[in-house]
């Protein structure tokens, strides 16, 4: 089937999900012939940030692992430049103006119920009244997780939410069995323990434990607890949205390293960037050991695409789009699907490969 000049990969891409997950007998198949999904989300991660689109000095050996099993996608574009939206997104196969959430206002107090749709005058530094946002993902919006529950699939978030202020607007409410969470913060207090988290669920563990490991260790415990059913998991890391903790050693390693092209030089990221691909490879370490690799669909994605800073791109003309171009990065990997050819792209997504 070969598709229309503008239509968005990730749309379709997440109807072809729908149809792998549901359209077909395996819904009510036995656990055993039931696809997992594993979504891992990289917080802020910009399209040139990985060695898998061409970086030079940072180091994602896991994410080149992914790749080399499944699909690169290099037209993925996100819903949204920013946190809350995009998430939402996610969560529900909606754009941003049906869903209602237009900035990162997850952590923000709801308007009351019979605020305006439009405040009255503009703010001080804008020129333009804008409609009000809704500041959590609705309740009454079907989520991917409700659906998999309903469907007698064990669900877990583990990670960021940023979906809304109050425990009714939580991951667990909105379909997840197990969670672990810091709500409703945009990025933790600290990456170091004590996290310093003013709701949710997260627990401190040792004093300096990072929380991209801890984070780890939850959804091993998950995927370990439920490896005999089936299962959908988001792992959605805090890294490598501010405050910017991250590991010493590693970013002394970075310190003395230079991009040869002269444009990437950030050693913290850099040292937060390795963490999170460090977690990428437990997980599929996980996935191997316990012979889960083939009959799980995992995708990796940033949630809206890198900060100016970081976000390079050869088209100077996008460059500088703030706070971030929406390109974002994005594989996939299921190998029973991706066959004997991997890794393959969708550049564009054509027919043969669907």
Same mark, same amino acid.
């Given at each position: 089937?070969?598709?229309?000049?503008?239509? #968005?990969?990730?749309?379709?891409?997440?109807?072809?999900?729908?149809?792998?997950?549901?359209?077909?007998?395996?819904?009510?198949?036995?656990?055993?012939?039931?696809?997992?999904?594993?979504?891992?989300?990289?917080?802020?991660?910009?399209?040139?940030?990985?060695?898998?689109?061409?970086?030079?000095?940072?180091?994602?050996?896991?994410?080149?692992?992914?790749?080399?099993?499944?699909?690169?996608?290099?037209?993925?574009?996100?819903?949204?430049?920013?946190?809350?939206?995009?998430?939402?997104?996610?969560?529900?196969?909606?754009?941003?103006?049906?869903?209602?959430?237009? +900035?990162?206002?997850?952590?923000?107090?709801?308007?009351?119920?019979?605020?305006?749709?439009?405040?009255?005058?503009?703010?001080?530094?804008?020129?333009?009244?804008?409609?009000?946002?809704?500041?959590?993902?609705?309740?009454?919006?079907?989520?991917?997780?409700?659906?998999?529950?309903?469907?007698?699939?064990?669900?877990?978030?583990?990670?960021?939410?940023?979906?809304?202020?109050?425990?009714?607007?939580?991951?667990?409410?909105?379909?997840?069995?197990?969670?672990?969470?810091?709500?409703?913060?945009?990025?933790?207090?600290?990456?170091?323990?004590?996290?310093?988290?003013?709701?949710? +669920?997260?627990?401190?563990?040792?004093?300096?434990?990072?929380?991209?490991?801890?984070?780890?260790?939850?959804?091993?415990?998950?995927?370990?607890?439920?490896?005999?059913? #089936?299962?959908?998991?988001?792992?959605?890391?805090?890294?490598?949205?501010?405050?910017?903790?991250?590991?010493?050693?590693?970013?002394?390693?970075?310190?003395?390293?230079?991009?040869?092209?002269?444009?990437?030089?950030?050693?913290?990221?850099?040292?937060?960037?390795?963490?999170?691909?460090?977690?990428?490879?437990?997980?599929?370490?996980?996935?191997?050991?316990?012979?889960?690799?083939?009959?799980?669909?995992?995708?990796?994605?940033?949630?809206?695409?890198?900060?100016?800073?970081?976000?390079?791109?050869?088209?100077?003309?996008?460059?500088?789009?703030?706070?971030?171009?929406?390109?974002?990065?994005?594989?996939? #990997?299921?190998?029973?699907?991706?066959?004997?050819?991997?890794?393959?792209?969708?550049?564009?997504?054509?027919?043969?490969?669907?």
């Amino acid at each position: 089937m070969k598709l229309p000049d503008r239509v #968005s990969n990730l749309n379709w891409l997440a109807a072809a999900l729908i149809g792998l997950l549901f359209g077909n007998p395996g819904l009510s198949a036995a656990d055993s012939e039931r696809p997992n999904l594993l979504l891992f989300v990289v917080d802020d991660m910009g399209w040139m940030d990985s060695t898998v689109y061409g970086s030079q000095y940072y180091e994602t050996p896991n994410m080149e692992r992914l790749a080399s099993q499944g699909m690169i996608f290099w037209n993925a574009y996100s819903a949204h430049p920013l946190c809350s939206p995009t998430r939402a997104s996610l969560m529900t196969g909606q754009y941003p103006a049906r869903h209602g959430i237009t +900035t990162a206002a997850g952590h923000t107090p709801p308007d009351p119920p019979d605020a305006p749709p439009y405040p009255e005058k503009a703010s001080p530094n804008s020129q333009t009244i804008q409609p009000r946002t809704n500041r959590y993902l609705d309740p009454k919006l079907v989520t991917l997780a409700e659906v998999l529950r309903d469907a007698d699939y064990r669900t877990a978030h583990i990670g960021k939410w940023h979906l809304g202020l109050r425990p009714e607007h939580w991951p667990e409410a909105q379909g997840f069995e197990t969670v672990f969470h810091g709500a409703p913060d945009p990025g933790p207090p600290s990456y170091h323990s004590p996290y310093g988290f003013r709701e949710g +669920t997260v627990t401190d563990g040792p004093e300096g434990e990072y929380i991209t490991d801890r984070i780890t260790d939850e959804a091993v415990k998950f995927i370990e607890a439920h490896q005999n059913e #089936s299962w959908y998991l988001n792992l959605w890391q805090y890294g490598v949205h501010g405050p910017w903790g991250h590991k010493e050693e590693y970013t002394a390693q970075f310190a003395k390293k230079t991009d040869p092209r002269g444009v990437q030089k950030n050693p913290i990221m850099a040292s937060m960037l390795k963490s999170v691909d460090e977690s990428l490879g437990r997980v599929l370490d996980t996935l191997d050991r316990l012979k889960l690799a083939d009959k799980t669909l995992v995708i990796l994605t940033s949630d809206n695409g890198g900060n100016v800073h970081s976000n390079i791109e050869s088209d100077t003309k996008t460059a500088g789009i703030k706070p971030g171009h929406p390109r974002w990065p994005m594989v996939e #990997s299921w190998r029973k699907w991706a066959g004997f050819e991997p890794p393959t792209n969708n550049a564009p997504l054509r027919e043969g490969k669907s």
